[in-house]
């Protein structure tokens, strides 16, 4: 039945064995091949922090081991077009797979196939983004990547995995490794981590499905302030066009960003989406016509299909020279002081029946789509991310988009899209972040409230609390929704008021734990795993890793007390600072929100929470130490250039604030 809707290949049942070549990959990692050809990670340009090595040491990590890796461990086998990778890795917890559904222990069947599937339910696969790539953990960790943009299937046991790939060309990388920290300092090495965001995206940021006009920010900026409620981000949906003509502006209702942009304590973000509409008089398309820039069919024509704004062609943006052409369009937006991006819509998502793109449209490079489909989304967010470092040389780009493959942080945040105001889905959220971050993606966040479908003030409160979490940290709805303002849920408004202003207040704290991930230390969001083998899975499901020093648990449903269950060690309540250990019962009212430090940290806070990130970060630091023999750190820069990469930032040892480097 899903098999049939989302069109998947159906898979070949007789197989042959067949052999294949290995190479050292680097990062640990073996490369297994069966025709030798050039995968996708092997071309990507990626991200790292270019004093990490320095950094390492200085903070006391010792350089990461070598993988090792068991051949007999993995067989491949062949039938027409398709490869089938067995790898035996017992193990009791299996993490990764990127934004799929389910458990965070992956057990069970998982298609890889980006598709916008917009009413889709907390079992709905495949999702938006593609991201193969597995822990097997046992005595050790066995990390197993197949870097293939063509269709996947995998289907995880506790004896490992079976892979089905729809690509004869397909790459496989497997390690084994001592520890999940250690395999996934070296995930991150292999795939690249990211430029270290502009301060601002680590704020609340407020978006709706759209907000119609200039005088609308101007009132949300007043509104904000008015309620001592700190924001940094303004999202502009697809209204702000003219007719959803990419690079256009309404200039109707957008008369003058540029002065808008300037007035405002927020940045704006705009979306664009990569259908280009067909109408002769628009630039793009005429420009995209004349130089052969959009995907056609088997017969040469021009693939047009249908989206926002009626019929469209479409970029081909696995070609260089199109994703080039495609970044310098942001020029104009730039111009106006728009300084972040949003890329929609690029599964790539369409309103035909199948809704997306067939398999047999051709690319420039004469490959078939349906061989690179679930590349088009990170190629697209490349293009954006390449054009914004090329046109702001020294900024920090803001790119987010919502369909992507492994290795997408190297140039875009992701959202887990199209989520609904329920329960279920909030849920599902504390799940889908700690996969995704672990698959390599730290950048992460879903809908706060909920896209479709309008929270009651409880949902809204209890959502907000867990946002405050979320690397990503964006309320969002749909058209037609209700309003989703804090301000809108007036019962619970100094609830989701305490909630966003302990993001601010946590930042510095935060901001650390970017940076510390940019060196590949760890996600931001982490399962339990990470310190505690032994975590019960319904724990793991519901509870997660803050950074190196906090735990979350969120309240998931309506109740006046809940279990807790703290990892190895002494715990402290963040607020009170009250020691904890092991099984522990909370009671919980509506302002509750279960924040654990580990004892013996020291953790730096903001000392007074302002209107955005900058003005909160410039009152200054206050530190607070919990338990024996505290220890933490602080990183600070400017928060918006790329200087940082020549050195240009301070670390500091906490809490004495000793400063351990300083450019
Ligand atoms: O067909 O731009 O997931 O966040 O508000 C819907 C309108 C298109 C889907 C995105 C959503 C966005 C919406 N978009």
Not at 38 to 55: C, T
Not at 86 to 107: F, M
Not at 495 to 524: M, N, V
Request: aromatic letters at 14%; glycine letters at 10%.
């Amino acid at each position: 039945m899903i098999m049939r809707r989302m069109n998947l290949p159906r898979l070949p049942e007789r197989w042959e064995e067949i052999d294949f070549t290995i190479s050292a990959a680097g990062s640990g990692f073996t490369k297994i091949s069966v025709s030798g050809k050039k995968g996708f990670l092997d071309g990507l340009s990626k991200e790292r922090h270019p004093n990490r090595d320095e950094l390492l040491h200085l903070l006391g990590h010792k350089r990461a081991t070598t993988g090792e890796f068991q051949g007999d461990r993995v067989s491949i086998y062949k039938s027409g077009d398709f490869l089938k990778i067995e790898v035996e890795y017992p193990n009791t917890v299996c993490l990764g797979l990127g934004d799929k559904t389910g458990g965070v222990n992956r057990r069970g069947r998982f298609h890889f196939w980006n598709m916008d599937d917009a009413n889709h339910g907390i079992f709905s696969d495949p999702l938006y983004q593609s991201h193969p790539i597995a822990y097997f953990i046992s005595e050790g960790v066995g990390v197993v990547i197949v870097d293939s943009p063509a269709y996947q299937y995998w289907d995880i046991s506790e004896y490992g995995a079976k892979i089905v790939v729809k690509d004869l060309d397909a790459s496989v990388y497997v390690a084994e490794f001592f520890s999940l920290a250690e395999a996934y300092g070296n995930v991150a090495q292999f795939l690249g981590t990211f430029t270290l965001p502009p301060l601002w995206a680590i704020g609340y940021q407020q978006s709706r499905w759209s907000y119609w006009d200039e005088g609308k920010f101007r009132e949300l900026s007043r509104r904000f302030q008015e309620e001592g409620i700190p924001c940094d981000v303004f999202y502009m949906d697809i209204d702000y066009m003219d007719g959803y003509r990419c690079f256009t502006v309404d200039r109707n209702r957008f008369p003058n960003l540029k002065a808008l942009a300037s007035e405002i304590d927020q940045k704006l973000v705009a979306i664009i989406d990569p259908g280009l509409k067909v109408d002769k008089s628009y630039r793009l398309y005429e420009e995209g016509m004349r130089q052969n820039f959009f995907m056609r069919d088997i017969s040469g024509k021009v693939y047009t299909d249908r989206v926002w704004p009626g019929a469209c062609h479409f970029p081909d943006f696995l070609d260089q020279g199109v994703r080039e052409w495609w970044g310098d369009q942001y020029s104009s937006l730039l111009d106006m002081g728009i300084e972040g991006y949003w890329n929609d819509m690029n599964e790539p998502s369409t309103f035909s029946l199948r809704r997306t793109f067939p398999k047999n449209l051709v690319h420039i490079d004469g490959r078939r789509h349906g061989d690179v489909h679930n590349i088009y989304g990170l190629m697209m967010a490349r293009g954006t991310y390449e054009g914004l470092r090329k046109l702001r040389p020294n900024d920090r780009p803001f790119v987010l988009t919502r369909s992507s493959y492994l290795g997408g942080q190297n140039f875009a945040w992701m959202w887990t899209g199209d989520n609904k105001s329920t329960w279920e889905f909030l849920k599902l959220s504390v799940r889908q972040m700690q996969s995704i971050s672990i698959s390599g993606q730290p950048l992460c966040g879903a809908d706060v409230g909920g896209f479709s479908g309008n929270p009651d003030s409880e949902l809204m409160v209890r959502w907000m609390q867990l946002g405050v979490f979320y690397p990503l940290f964006r309320n969002h709805t749909a058209y037609g929704t209700e309003n989703q303002e804090p301000w809108e849920f007036p019962k619970v408004l100094q609830e989701l008021r305490d909630a966003i202003r302990l993001r601010y207040k946590l930042l510095p704290y935060i901001y650390t734990q970017f940076f510390l991930s940019s060196l590949g230390l760890g996600p931001i969001i982490r399962p339990m795993t990470w310190i505690d083998k032994g975590v019960d899975e319904r724990c793991m499901n519901r509870q997660f890793m803050f950074g190196e020093q906090m735990l979350v648990a969120p309240v998931l449903e309506t109740t006046d007390n809940m279990e807790v269950i703290l990892p190895n060690g002494i715990w402290h309540d963040f607020f009170t600072g009250e020691q904890f250990q092991g099984k522990i019962t909370v009671e919980v009212d509506l302002s509750t929100i279960p924040l654990f430090v580990k004892s013996g940290s020291s953790i730096p806070l903001a000392k007074e929470v302002r209107q955005n990130a900058e003005s909160t970060f410039a009152t200054g630091i206050e530190i607070r130490n919990y338990g024996e023999d505290p220890k933490g750190l602080l990183y600070r820069d400017n928060g918006k250039d790329l200087t940082y990469r020549q050195g240009n930032f301070e670390l500091y040892r906490l809490p004495q604030m000793e400063c351990i480097w300083n450019d």
